[in-house]
């Protein structure tokens, strides 16, 4: 449209920040329900080498999505590098609030295309 914004971010960076978001959404929705540690629901996002790693480590008491013990309140997806058109690295900023303080970290989730769809490979 006339005066809009460009956008300069690559269409997969777009592609790739809608599916974390879209998963990130899904999985503190989950967490904050159900508290547990749900894989198995999350198998749609994640490539199904990143689910197999996962089913194998079993359960640990760090949430392997925000690589953190305490989970966090919230999360604002950051920036995007892309390594190739089908690989990208998306930063995740991940916060925890209480009346006296904000606290904030940053963890790397990994984006691979896989038969046509954006899907989670690894968080680091």
Not at 20 to 27: K, L, Q
Not at 98 to 124: C, H, I, M, P, R
């Amino acid at each position: 449209g006339c005066g809009s914004i460009p956008n300069l971010e690559s269409p997969e960076c777009t592609a790739a920040r809608n599916e974390a978001r879209r998963f990130y959404s899904y999985h503190f929705d989950a967490m904050m329900r159900s508290g547990g540690d749900r894989a198995a629901e999350r198998r749609e996002y994640l490539t199904p080498r990143f689910f197999e790693a996962l089913k194998n480590a079993g359960p640990s008491d760090i949430d392997v999505f925000t690589l953190s013990k305490e989970f966090p309140k919230t999360f604002k997806i950051g920036e995007c590098n892309m390594s190739t058109p089908t690989n990208i690295d998306l930063q995740i900023q991940i916060y925890w609030r209480d009346d006296a303080k904000t606290e904030q970290q940053e963890v790397v989730a990994n984006y691979v295309l896989e038969s046509g769809k954006w899907l989670l490979d690894g968080v680091s």
